[in-house]
């Protein structure tokens, strides 16, 4: 298991003398391969804070977390006893704002710095990121652009080619779709797919949008007030759980299908998850 | 009535890339128009020139009949609000109850209303637990909810929404939407920006901008059966409208399926 998670709770101290319970009693595994998994759950459920902890970006307050072995606790990070690099490099996490992650003054400077900090010579990382800018929509003259000077939506895309540019085993990305138009949204999708199915690396994507869920995911996490409430399989989860409560969503596909079985009487005979293949399950029972 | 004129503004950040190219627009009292277009193409510049933060280099516009310019920018800012695509940069107070004070601050209302305003939108919004919170210590959905509450406490006639829903839970977005509409059916004017091709269905109007132009600029029904220009523009159709789309490429006709699905596609 590449990162294990037992019984952790996290408290932000934040601004009032209570803190906030950001985390509670989380348990679960993750494979350093092969899994392709979307993390939901309503708004402030504590979806950015437990993926933050998968790269050592926050620390537990009690239990445990695990990542590739290394046992990351409160007291080894204070006194530096852990070696946050190798775990950087291994679990690569996009931030849900890029503007958090974007601080460089040119977009090449951004996305090289990941790579030649973990030791990549200089000429391999500008071929990279010649490499990884095209992969995310934009062309190579964004690399000479300020990453400040750029629409939201080019933000995101800048800020995932850094997290590419580094290659790591686990990919972490935190909404990283929102503010992209839907045909960049679309190709970003089939590119973390890609890096799952061909590279067989692990993709965990935080999302509100029901359809990449359906349509992607293989196993799903659902937060709701600091629990993980829901750890499986996506069709469960929307055909069989009460997803109201967790402020979430039919998707599109399953809707529509549904509508077509209630007012047209047509009943498929596979359960279609993209739009592709409804087309192809409607055309053997319409022909 | 006309509420926005916009004649022929062009912008740019840097001379010699043009950002905004002879864009035409005009916008009634009351409407609601949606604002489409791929990353880049103009669309937050654009909601930045109508509200005087970025000077059209060429052009002019008028707000409520008042041309916008340097004297005219504090009072025009009065009658339209604008929800930022990234709430972090509308956030000036140090506590959620302070920022949302901010504007109503510069509207000079009085102290008892604001009071009043504040708990008022806070709570539509579900964030009045939060009155209290540093908005940076909050969660990106947050952020967006409390940024929404601090424009709508201005009730101004005009509010534009730059992406203000894209990372709202699809409940709250629902709810934000559904609020959205009833300002709208009370005379607000809404300009709504977003890449959500299904929020369009709430306006009778798109805008679709390319490159800086626009590229198209007809009713919601008109536009979202346009294939051609949705897919010049990095957008896509509705799902029910893909899957007759693709079903008529298969050649397989049937009737009934055929309406049904069109007419989905026009009401969600
Ligand atoms: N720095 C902080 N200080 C105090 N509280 C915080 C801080 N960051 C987040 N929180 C709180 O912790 C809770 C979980 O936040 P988190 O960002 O993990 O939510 P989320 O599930 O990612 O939500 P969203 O979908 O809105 O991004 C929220 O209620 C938030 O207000
Ligand atoms: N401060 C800036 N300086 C220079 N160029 C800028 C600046 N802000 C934006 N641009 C450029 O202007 C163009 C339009 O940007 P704008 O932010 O208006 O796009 P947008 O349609 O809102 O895109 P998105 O959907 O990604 O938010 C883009 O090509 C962008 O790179
Ligand atoms: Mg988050
Ligand atoms: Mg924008």
């Given at each position: 298991m590449a990162i294990k998670f037992n019984r952790v709770d996290f408290k932000y101290k934040g601004d009032?003398?209570?803190?906030?319970?950001?985390?509670?009693?989380i348990s679960l595994s993750i494979q350093g391969e092969g899994e392709f998994i979307t993390l939901i759950g309503e708004t402030g459920s504590g979806k950015t804070t437990l993926v933050q902890h998968m790269n050592a970006l926050l620390v537990a307050n009690s239990g445990s977390v695990d990542i590739y072995g290394i046992k990351v606790e409160k007291q080894a990070v204070k006194k530096k006893k852990i070696r946050l690099n190798p775990i950087r490099k291994k679990v690569g996490l996009v931030f849900q704002f890029p503007e958090y992650q974007l601080f460089e003054e040119t977009v090449l400077k951004d996305i090289t710095f990941g790579p030649k900090n973990f030791g990549v010579p200089e000429a391999e990382a500008i071929e990279t990121a010649q490499r990884v800018i095209r992969i995310v929509g934009l062309d190579e003259s964004y690399l000479d652009r300020s990453p400040f000077n750029l629409s939201g939506g080019e933000k995101k895309r800048v800020s995932i080619a850094g997290i590419l540019a580094m290659e790591p085993d686990i990919l972490i990305l935190d909404e990283p779709t929102s503010g992209l138009d839907p045909m960049g949204r679309n190709a970003l999708l089939k590119v973390f797919y890609d890096i799952h199915e061909k590279l067989n690396k692990t993709v965990i994507i935080i999302t509100h949008d029901m359809n990449t869920v359906y349509e992607y995911a293989k196993r799903v996490l659902v937060m709701r007030d600091s629990y993980l409430v829901y750890d499986g399989d996506p069709v469960d989860l929307f055909t069989t759980k009460n997803i109201e409560n967790w402020n979430l969503d039919v998707p599109d596909i399953l809707n529509l299908m549904h509508r077509m079985e209630q007012d047209l009487g047509i009943t498929l005979t596979s359960r279609p998850r993209s739009a592709a293949a409804l087309t192809n399950a409607l055309e053997e029972v319409l022909r | 009535m006309r509420i926005i004129e916009i004649d022929n503004v062009s912008f740019h950040y840097k001379a010699g890339t043009p950002v905004l190219e002879n864009v035409n627009l005009n916008v009634d009292k009351g409407e609601w128009i949606t604002i489409l277009g791929h990353n880049g193409s103009g669309k937050s510049t654009l909601s930045k020139l109508l509200v005087g933060l970025l000077r059209a280099k060429q052009g002019t516009i008028r707000v409520a009949n008042v041309e916008l310019s340097e004297t005219t920018v504090y009072d025009i800012r009065k009658k339209i609000g604008i929800v930022f695509q990234n709430p972090d940069n509308q956030f000036v107070g140090v506590t959620v109850r302070d920022d949302i004070a901010f504007g109503l601050e510069n509207l000079q209302v009085p102290r008892g209303e604001m009071i009043e305003r504040i708990e008022q939108y806070a709570q539509k919004v579900d964030m009045?637990?939060?009155?209290?919170?540093?908005?940076?210590?909050?969660?990106g959905g947050q952020k967006q909810r409390v940024a929404i509450a601090g424009i709508l406490a201005m009730e101004t006639d005009i509010i534009i929404f730059?992406?203000?829903?894209?990372?709202?839970d699809p409940k709250g977005r629902n709810t934000i939407l559904s609020m959205m509409k009833q300002l709208n059916d009370e005379g607000v004017t809404v300009i709504n920006i977003t890449h959500d091709m299904k929020e369009s269905l709430y306006g009778d109007r798109i805008v679709v901008l390319k490159e800086g132009r626009i590229l198209k600029d007809d009713t919601t029904k008109v536009v979202l059966a346009d294939h051609k220009t949705l897919e010049k523009s990095s957008l896509e159709m509705l799902l029910p409208l893909r899957v007759l789309r693709a079903l008529e490429a298969k050649k397989v006709d049937n009737e009934k399926v055929r309406s049904y699905l069109w007419q989905l596609s026009l009401t969600g």
């Open positions: 009032d003398k209570k803190g906030y319970l950001a985390l509670s009693n | 009045a637990d939060f009155l209290n919170k540093e908005p940076h210590n909050l969660s730059d992406e203000a829903t894209s990372m709202l």
